[in-house]
């Protein structure tokens, strides 16, 4: 069926089951003051929780220069028996302050980064440390690419690490994950990158249900991207109502190349690092009443299925 890279070696795709497709256990960003995730145990507790919600895998998306810690993912995986899938890429730029290194990388060394973390490991420390060290005769490898964007722009510091995530696809097969702000964009990230070699099945756009529209939806599905629904307990911004609607109008029309995530990405959202709601709601919260909406076969695709294609290791072409 095909191969996924996790931090703790290889696996066939057929094993890996129900995956949060956004998370992130360690990050540090400028954008996010006082709200770092830098703390081994309590992210290990974190990841348990969301365990013992009914998650078997997730997707730790954060990518080079933001606080990732390599050794630390292939530790909780262990521990806890989750499979985890890292990360490698850029954010978008506003996550990188003026004098942050990574500003100064061209997109030939951008490439060249996101095929060592796939092909022979993550560094201990970004962007260039000592590489992590192995677990169980495996380097800590990263499966994912993961890119982003503004609203409505690309600035040129994510074209070139949209230009140097194409590259690393064509020598890795890892797919590409792009993060857009409240779904903007979509078509034109879409059209760069076919432009550049990247098939539209081997890209995930990320927080697309940020924009509750399902006609745009479908239109974006029906290309053969995959789309990322990971805004559930943002009450703030819309209703979980609203989203399993959302997501019930899409599968009606048709498409159901969804996956799910929960991106809490705070420490203020973690329940180990004293906030709320924690990883578990996914799973406790709104699973279950996707599920009911949707029925049990619908959730297994976006939890199961859609993630193993996905995450599936395409051989490169010659």
Not at 10 to 27: G, K, Y
Not at 88 to 101: L, S
Not at 175 to 190: N, P, R
Not at 236 to 258: K, M
């Amino acid at each position: 069926m095909g191969t996924i890279r996790t931090v703790r070696g290889d696996i066939d795709a057929s094993t890996l089951r129900a995956v949060n497709t956004h998370e992130h256990l360690f990050q540090v960003s400028p954008l996010l003051p006082a709200d770092e995730l830098t703390d081994l145990e309590r992210s290990r507790s974190e990841a348990a929780s969301l365990r013992d919600s009914g998650f078997a895998s997730m997707i730790d998306a954060t990518p080079i220069g933001l606080g990732r810690n390599p050794v630390g993912l292939a530790d909780i995986s262990g521990s806890t028996g989750l499979t985890i899938v890292a990360s490698t890429g850029m954010h978008r730029e506003a996550h990188y302050g003026d004098d942050h290194p990574l500003r100064q990388w061209s997109v030939d060394r951008r490439a060249a980064a996101f095929v060592r973390d796939i092909v022979s490991g993550m560094p201990i420390s970004d962007p260039d440390g000592a590489p992590a060290e192995e677990v169980e005769g495996e380097p800590v490898r990263a499966g994912i690419i993961k890119t982003g964007i503004g609203y409505w722009s690309i600035s040129a510091f994510e074209r070139m690490t949209l230009e140097a995530a194409a590259i690393a696809h064509a020598q890795t097969g890892a797919a590409i994950m792009v993060h857009l702000e409240h779904c903007t964009a979509g078509h034109e990230v879409l059209d760069l990158l076919s432009s550049l070699g990247v098939l539209p099945s081997r890209v995930m756009l990320a927080h697309a249900d940020r924009l509750n529209d399902p006609g745009h939806h479908v239109e974006l599905l029906a290309r053969g991207c995959t789309l990322g629904y990971d805004g559930a307990a943002r009450w703030r911004d819309h209703s979980d109502h609203s989203l399993i609607e959302l997501t019930a109008a899409v599968i009606e029309r048709g498409e159901d190349r969804i996956v799910l995530g929960g991106d809490v990405a705070r420490s203020s959202r973690y329940v180990a690092y004293g906030g709320m709601p924690g990883l578990a709601y996914l799973g406790d919260r709104y699973v279950p009443r996707l599920r009911y909406r949707l029925g049990s076969d619908a959730v297994e695709r976006m939890l199961t299925a859609n993630p193993r294609h996905l995450l599936k290791l395409i051989a490169p072409t010659a």
